[in-house]
């Protein structure tokens, strides 16, 4: 048995505290059921985008996925030891494993006995193995918090003791190796060969965990979980309101488990997701959003990287990125230079205006026609204001033509991703008023 099986089969022996409901793995029950648990992980995706997430799990998970009528959500099945290679995928923004999937929910006729319903529903669930999941994952989440301490603790130490003596400059070799690993689980699909690696920090994480919960438990009495539910609904034909639909059911949860109810300070959230006729109930395991983990700097305008990844996917892309900045309009490029352009626009909203946009957007597309490659280059083109970006390629007709458009949803906002593709005019450079033409 491998050291990540080990450890997993370990951490599923965790008494989860409610109502005396133990998800344990006894010593008579066969080790083959937790060595290849298998469960189905949802993940919301920028809607627009769900194919290519869909292709991402395919290739570096190798499991295939479903993408949800409910846009912006896919589904697929893992073991639970692929569980941090899930929270390595770079186009999805929330993940959460499946209780249970209901296709064509029979809604009743009243409001009261939906709710009624619904409030039953929670007693009869497949709760074990997601949970199993969810505390596989929450362990995992604790083990990182702590390295991530451990490492700043030990940059401040090299700070105030100076070079220190041997064993000082072991304990900080230590410490980088311990901060470099985020950093190679995230580099785990460019550089396959550290496959065995990462499979063994998953393994040394968990079995940490598990002798942290040990150690935990012999000094401290076990808490009552907190909860909340969160019920997302799409649908002009339901009775009942969002928010009805979650108290009724978050009632039923609270009675089946006897947890506390804890809409702010909670750990657990189970979901309750309504599209139609289809109910999927599940239990959220990330706290926040996975676009934000590549982010050092919020700006008014910050493009989610999920986002990010999902256009620069519609192109071929493996080359080195660096950080200039240049007038859009004038570029320090020479003509016919550039393979690929990918931008996000301005929506005149945060940043400019609409009413500059149409001078701005017929100008960009000019000079993006100058330095692209005609016949091959192309432009991967993000914006909101598609009235006038629209108006503005009509007038570039010539030198852009527009291949492919996906429909996204940013913040509540309708925009679109533009593939664009350069034609084989040439292009013409402008003469200016003093009758010269432009260095480039």
């Known amino acids: 048995m491998s050291d990540v099986q080990e450890a997993t089969n370990q951490l599923l022996d965790v008494n989860l505290h409610g109502n005396q409901r133990s998800i344990q793995v006894t010593e008579s029950a066969p080790r083959s059921e937790s060595e290849h648990l298998q469960v189905t992980i949802g993940a919301t995706v920028p809607t627009g985008f769900e194919q290519t997430a869909a292709d991402e799990v395919r290739e570096k998970l190798g499991s295939s996925c479903k993408i949800s009528k409910d846009r912006g959500k896919i589904y697929f099945d893992i073991s639970v030891e692929s569980l941090a290679q899930v929270h390595c995928l770079r186009s999805v923004d929330n993940l959460f494993v499946v209780v249970k999937e209901f296709k064509d929910y029979q809604f009743k006729e009243t409001k009261e006995e939906v709710l009624k319903d619904f409030e039953e529903l929670a007693g009869k669930l497949p709760w074990s193995e997601p949970l199993k999941v969810w505390n596989v994952n929450t362990s995992f989440k604790k083990k990182k918090t702590k390295r991530k301490k451990i490492n700043q603790n030990s940059s401040k130490e090299k700070i105030d003791n100076g070079q220190g003596d041997k064993a000082d400059e072991r304990d900080d070799k230590k410490g980088f190796t311990n901060k470099t690993l985020d950093s190679r689980i995230l580099d785990y699909y460019e550089n396959p060969a550290i496959k065995e690696e990462i499979s063994t920090l998953v393994g040394d994480d968990l079995a940490s965990c598990k002798d942290e919960t040990d150690e935990g438990s012999k000094e401290e009495t076990p808490e009552v979980l907190k909860f909340r539910v969160t019920c997302n609904r799409a649908g002009e034909k339901h009775c009942f309101s969002s928010n009805e639909a979650a ?34 109930v599940g239990i959220a395991l990330t706290e926040e959003s996975l676009h934000r983990r590549n982010i050092t700097h919020f700006g008014p305008t910050t493009l989610r990287s999920t986002l990010a990844y999902g256009m620069l996917s519609k192109v071929s892309w493996g080359l080195p990125i660096d950080a200039v900045q240049w007038d859009i309009c004038n570029l320090p490029l020479r003509t016919g230079s550039v393979d690929i352009i990918v931008t996000d626009m301005p929506f005149g909203k945060r940043m400019g205006s609409k009413k500059r946009n149409w001078n701005l957007y017929p100008a960009c597309l000019r000079e993006m026609s100058r330095v692209c490659r005609p016949g091959t280059g192309r432009a991967v083109l993000l914006t909101q204001d598609k009235k006038c970006f629209t108006k503005a390629l009509s007038g570039m007709g010539h030198v852009w033509r527009k291949v492919h458009t996906v429909w996204v949803n940013i913040g509540g906002l309708h925009a679109a991703v533009y593939l664009l593709k350069r034609t084989p005019q040439a292009f013409v450079h402008p003469v200016e008023q003093n009758g010269e033409r432009t260095p480039w």
Not at 247 to 276: C, P, S
């Open 247 to 280: 108290r009724d059911f978050g009632g039923g949860v609270q009675d089946y488990f006897k947890w506390k109810a804890d809409m702010t300070n909670f750990d657990v959230e189970v979901l309750l997701n309504i599209h139609d006729n289809e109910i999927v």
